[in-house]
């Protein structure tokens, strides 16, 4: 992204003068996916395409004056308001402010413009590129960058949870705080302990293929999934009282068919995807070790088939872009994100890849009306200031 572009339109709309530009990126999900809030683990990555800010304190008490550059939208507000503002993309702002205060960060009020190129509604995390840009900011202007990385990734998805609506884990703000260029991380949600691993599959290629159905977590049924999934962690506690269950990383099959009845079938699908996809995640660290892409694809497409059957957050669309994967004979292919809409993620075989794209192109058009959005992977670096 284009850091003149924001510049021009920062000194445009406010006083004239400059301030710093933050970046923070989209992520991709290799594997792993609703097992954040599960304690399991997770396989993300940033990727090059994100949201650019530029912030500068304005010397009031707390007035906040901010830009969406990208719907030529100004909304100015006060930190003190109880309520905040109305428009969701200023309460990105306004939420991590007061976030980034509770964590002792002596916020005034500021300036900010900003723009971004992540794609919105795609399911790459574009709100969590904001937590983690803003916060980025705020703890440079205001913060002497005292507060350390992890407490920005909680304030991001405290943000998620109590300005926005939505009862996130941590692997987006996670993601898009630590990211590194070429290299992906395998993060276990429970300990927030985390590796790199360079992400380099000689043969082989990451895309994405975005459906354009529109991804909206914000009063959707992603919170619901998440109850189900608490749900049954209650039921299985309540059997054993003699051991500690926090989350579903905590139980075992057996424990899960022992409370299949009382639950019900719907909430017992669910923590099933949960269960394997935890199992998938570690067969997939073990064969990226091995270099066996194969084995990575066929995890890919399991997941997908849970995703879709047993946890229900797929769509037409969704699946039909899987099916045009597996026809076209790619390596691996499966909804990436929180679902609903959104994108698949496909590790397709480097002599495969221009006759896939162009086949599902062809056949989703005709089918739905519309190209499906292309987006190469590039994995790129974490939240920084740029100037
Ligand atoms: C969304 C959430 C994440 C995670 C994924 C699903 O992106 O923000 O915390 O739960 O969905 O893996």
New binding site residues.
Partial sequence: MDIEFVRSRFIKHFDGKTGNVYASPGRI?LI??????NGGF?FPGAVDKGIMAEMRANGTEDTVMAYAIDLKDRVDFKLSDPNGPRASWARYIYGISLEMKKLGVPVKGFNIAFAGDVPLGA?M?SS?AMESCFACGLNDIFGENKVSQWDMVLAGQAT?HNYCG?N?????QFASVFGKAGCLMRLDCRSREFEYFPFKPDGYRLVLLDSVVKHQ?AGSP?NDRRNSCENVVKHIAAKHPESKFETLRDCTWEQLDEVRAEVGEEDYKRAKFVLGEKDRVLAVCDALNEGDYEKVGEMMYKTHEGLSKDYEVSCEELDYLNDLAKENGVTGSRIM???FGGCTINLVRNDLYKHFIEDAKTKFAAKYGHEPKVYDVVIGDGSRRIC
């Fill in positions: 999900n792993g996916e609703h097992t954040d809030y997770v399911g995390s969590a998620e939505v996130c884990g941590i692997m987006d977590l992603y994100g929180g679902g």
